[in-house]
């Protein structure tokens, strides 16, 4: 042991309430706003745990519950991807996506001074700009992937732009019983 710190990266909660659209499944997104990191840009409900006696699903139903109005029941709440993230800036974090289909009440913007809109989107059709972070969630979780490292490179922007997409699935372990990859 060195006797430095350990590292420790913060973890974000995610929430991808999906429902039912005419054209498919439709995903609700809302534009951050005002003094914020990617201000402008398109963005799931999500946010941090308040601390250590708070859990990950205890987080998503809070946050839910704060920004978009909506309540969430924690046995609603389905795992759906974790993506290792690094911004531009260098900062790294883990965000654990959580799908929702079933919730009570209508979203709406419940946090004005950091939420300007919020609308449903067909998640074949992601509006523009997006965090490129969260983009990589919800195109991870779409090509199926539990995991993915989504580590952009100093100078990339913060709202998505498909050739700046630096998204890695991370591969499903082999079925019980296959032999395991030679090196």
Do not use: K, N
């Not at 995903?27 to 999500?46: I, K, P, Q």
């Not at 987080?59 to 978009?68: G, K, N, T, Y």
């Not at 919730?103 to 998640?123: H, N, S």
């Amino acid at each position: 042991m060195t006797g430095s710190p350990r590292h420790t990266e913060p973890l974000d909660v995610h929430l991808m309430a999906l429902r039912d659209g005419p054209a498919g499944p439709e995903v609700l997104l809302s534009r951050r706003a005002g003094d914020v990191y990617a201000a402008g840009c398109w963005h799931l409900v999500s946010g941090h745990l308040d601390g250590p006696w708070e859990d990950m699903v205890a987080a998503l139903v809070r946050e839910s519950r704060e920004e978009a109005g909506i309540v969430v029941d924690p046995a609603d709440v389905r795992a759906a991807v974790t993506v290792h993230h690094r911004s531009p800036a260098g900062a790294a974090r883990v965000g654990l996506f959580f799908e929702v289909r079933h919730w009570d009440g209508t979203p709406e913007v419940r946090e004005p001074e950091v939420c300007d809109a919020m609308g449903w989107f067909a998640l074949d059709e992601l509006p523009e700009p997006m965090v490129a972070y969260c983009r990589a969630g919800l195109d991870a979780h779409r090509a199926g992937a539990r995991m993915a490292v989504h580590f952009q490179e100093p100078g990339d922007p913060i709202a998505y732009h498909p050739e700046a997409d630096r998204l890695v699935l991370v591969p499903e372990p082999a079925g019980p019983g296959t032999a395991p990859r030679s090196s």
